[in-house]
């Protein structure tokens, strides 16, 4: 699907959305009809229409947004009036990235002092599992949160940021520890590889699959 028809599409959503106010509610409810009227699109012309007629018959299967753009203009209007950081997702993320501050601090204070201790290097490694942790709930975290400037990101999509960054930490965690376990390194790069590429491939999806966040 090109370009110009991802704006085409975009600029009929923000024409239907002109009257409604940002907010958080509205950008998650244009994402999700910019990504129905894509599949249908897709759809229509897997079936042999030309890309202007499945555009058409696109917007008319969507049926009368009417009722829908009210509600949304009003919730709007309510939201204004409130601070966003007052909202339950905007605390839980907070409390997120205070809880991964910890791990990831707990993991790393606590290696360092294993190394003091003249321990064996894979005790020394094995206490950074918190750190990937926390890597992992850090991410989720900042990406949950709405800013000045930014929506949040969907919850679904941001477990899957998280999964891909922790993934790739981990894959440095089991690198190090079957590195200092067995003393080769041909044996620490082979068991971090899966994990490594899994994670690379997974955030690149994402990175390349995303559309903006920010407020207009």
């Keep these: 699907m090109t370009d110009a028809l991802d704006r085409k ?82 605390r839980i993320s907070k409390v997120g990235i205070v809880a991964s501050a910890v791990l990831i601090l707990f993991g790393t204070l606590t290696s360092l002092m294993l190394v003091f201790m003249d321990l064996e290097s894979v005790s020394v490694v094995g206490p950074n599992i918190f750190t990937v942790s926390g890597g992992a709930l850090l991410v989720y975290s900042i990406l949950t949160i709405e800013t000045t400037k930014r929506y949040a990101m969907h919850q679904g999509r941001a477990a899957l940021y998280a999964l891909a960054i922790g993934t790739m930490l981990f894959a440095v965690f089991v690198g190090f520890s079957a590195g200092a376990a067995t003393g080769e390194m041909f044996i620490a790069i082979s068991s971090l590889m899966v994990f490594l590429i899994a994670g690379f491939a997974l955030w690149l999806g994402l990175l390349l699959s995303g559309r903006s966040r920010k407020k207009k």
């Design 9 to 90: 599409i975009e600029t009929y959503i923000n024409h239907l959305f002109k009257n409604v106010g940002s907010s958080q509610e509205a950008f998650e409810m244009k994402e999700e009809l910019f990504s129905n009227m894509k599949e249908k699109i897709s759809d229509y012309k897997s079936r042999g229409l030309e890309e202007d007629q499945a555009f058409k018959e696109a917007k008319a299967s969507l049926g009368d947004l009417s009722g829908l753009i009210e509600d949304l203009q009003r919730s709007s209007q309510e939201e204004a009036k409130h601070n966003m950081y007052s909202s339950k997702s905007a």
